[in-house]
């Protein structure tokens, strides 16, 4: 037992050393070119400056959009930034967040590893298993793609998940308490962290435990499983539930427009326009390449005489090119008649899906031996095959040499962008014009934006407090007055004088700023964003749900130590 834990630490020293060895290129200039990463940058910073001031779920971002505020975080996974902001406490001389945020990426790659490790160990050596789950990190989506190119950030931390999801499911069926409970809060992590690889898990993950030879077992496995996915989401509402129902205060149609449409972002057609060609060409290389990888492991595999492992390897494989037909334009029926799916925005997402079944399938194939023997098919194709790996992995030397070694940004142009920190175009309150939103424009918009402005000149006013809930304001008005806040009008902002019996009629003005009038005299107005309908409902549901959980697990705690 001691020589099997000795190995276990050695194997996930070595994944973690992987992991630390592929991310050094981001650790010598912190500040990537990757797609998104400025982006994540400003989410990640005014995140952690909000949630060390105490707000514990920072939705409204009070300094977004040139200090207008901005609703990101109402609809924007939070998971991740939480860890972000943890590791922000180890670097109290990191003023951008830029370095605790390449440190979350990292730690997200090495964990992913790791679960990738234990979950390939159902299947297969814990030698292989640890080499696989070194190549599930290096993998050109997860590696080049994801961390260096785009920095998508959220589906760095996808990876993570689903193979501790998919683990944890086959625990299940041992019928303890203590796996569905598990399994409920892995499932929750995923859905708290990105919901468009959740869409693209879910169906894999419910065919995958309804996969069960036994039918003797399916209506317990099924129960079971149903209990875990009931819990996770209700643990997750108190995210997805006003993310979901509140996108009309929003500009979301521009999430899924022009270059951002499913049917703009197909492989093999070329993007419709705004992406690079190269960038595509990559994407289509990658996908055709791992998926005919897996396609020959499965060849290999074909000796297997273990009835389980066979329709283990079938299903995977099933994944395996259902993943790689919905990146194509074969697939796009099945967007047209999935209408959620085209939430997903770009089709060869599914890579994430298919590079967590591959590797799978490469585990599966090797599942009956301690070193590599194919019998039936000698050296060569073995040989052909790891060469072909070998290609796919060094194409990131090739296509990602400039992201990951040269391309980066500069410390000023981060500190910069930070100070007007738009949000993306879809993340726009509903009430503000276009055209004051624009990148050019809003810097202009809050320079001539007083924080406080009246219609009547003799009005005074004092700011006793400026938070991104809560705005208290002294006033002096000589007459009627109507203020106007350097504040984005949002629903559930309300307001009283002088005591909560006196309402405001909070509306937004013609620009989306906050509005309301005030009547002569000296008063303190009080305006506090309230929690919205969507909100308290995904809060309740929450509490209720994370209540179960913790009255389950003590009482399996109980039972278990009685």
């Known amino acids: 037992m001691s020589q099997e834990r000795s190995q276990y630490k050695f194997h996930l020293a070595l994944i973690a050393g992987a992991g ?77 967040g830029a370095s605790a945020l390449i440190f979350s990426a990292t730690l997200a790659l090495i964990a992913s590893g790791i679960t990738a490790y234990f979950w390939l160990r159902e299947f297969t050596s814990s030698k292989f298993a640890m080499i696989l789950a070194i190549v599930y990190m290096a993998l050109p989506y997860h590696l080049a793609v994801d961390f260096y190119i785009r920095f998508a950030f959220a589906e760095l931390w996808t990876f993570v998940w689903m193979p501790l999801i998919l683990l944890l499911s086959l625990k299940i069926n041992d019928g303890k308490l203590s796996s569905i409970l598990w399994l409920a809060l892995s499932l929750a992590l995923l859905i708290l962290t990105h919901l468009p690889t959740l869409i693209i898990f879910m169906t894999v993950f419910v065919g995958h435990f309804l996969f069960i030879p036994d039918k003797t077992k399916r209506k317990i496995v099924f129960a079971h499983h149903l209990i875990a996915i009931v819990l996770a989401f209700g643990m997750s509402a108190i995210y997805w539930l006003p993310a979901i129902t509140t996108q009309e205060y929003i500009n979301m149609k521009n999430m899924f427009a022009g270059m951002y449409h499913y049917t703009n972002n197909f492989l093999l057609t070329g993007p419709g326009y705004g992406h690079s060609t190269i960038l595509w060409r990559y994407l289509t290389f990658i996908t055709v390449l791992l998926s005919s990888l897996a396609y020959g492991a499965w060849l290999f595999s074909r000796m297997q005489t273990h009835l389980a492992i066979r329709r283990e390897l079938n299903y995977w494989l099933v994944i395996v090119f259902l993943s790689f037909l919905m990146t194509m334009p074969v697939s796009s029926f099945v967007w047209e008649w999935i ?26 194939a ?72 624009s990148l050019g424009k809003i810097g202009a918009f809050a320079a001539a934006t007083p924080q406080v402005k009246s219609d009547q000149t003799e009005t005074s006013w004092q700011i006793k407090k400026w938070q991104p809930r809560s705005v208290v304001l002294a006033v002096n008005a000589v007459t009627e007055s109507q203020l106007t806040l350097h504040h984005f009008y949002y629903p559930g902002w309300s307001g009283f004088i002088d005591s909560p019996a006196t309402q405001l009629q909070v509306k937004p003005s013609a620009t989306g700023l906050i509005q309301f009038p005030v009547p002569a005299g000296q008063h303190e107005v009080t305006l506090t964003l309230q929690p919205l309908p969507e909100e308290r409902a995904g809060i309740a549901i929450s509490f209720a749900a994370i209540l179960v959980w913790l009255v389950l697990g003590i009482f399996r705690f109980v039972r278990r130590t009685s």
């Open 20 to 96: 630390l060895l592929f991310a050094i290129p981001a650790f010598i200039n912190v500040y990537l070119a990757g797609h998104d990463f400025f982006f994540h940058v400003m989410f990640s910073h005014h995140f952690t400056e909000q949630l060390w001031q105490g707000d514990l779920y920072p939705r409204w971002m009070q300094q977004m959009n040139a200090g207008f505020g901005s609703p990101i975080f109402f609809f924007y996974a939070p998971l991740p930034y939480y860890i972000t902001s943890l590791l922000s406490l180890l670097l109290p001389g990191d003023l951008t």
């Open 366 to 437: 090797v599942s009956e031996h301690e070193d590599i023997q194919f019998l039936l098919h000698g050296r060569k194709p073995i040989a052909i095959w790891l060469l072909l790996l070998g290609v796919l992995l060094g194409s990131e030397l090739v296509y990602g040499f400039k992201p990951i070694f040269i391309n980066r940004m500069g410390h000023e142009n981060i500190t910069k962008y930070l100070v007007t920190s738009r949000s993306p175009l879809e993340y726009r309150p509903y009430w503000v014009p276009a055209e004051r939103f």
């Open 339 to 364: 209408p959620v799916l085209q939430k997903l925005q770009f089709p060869w997402r599914f890579n994430t899906m298919l590079t967590l079944a591959a590797v799978t399938v490469f585990a599966l």
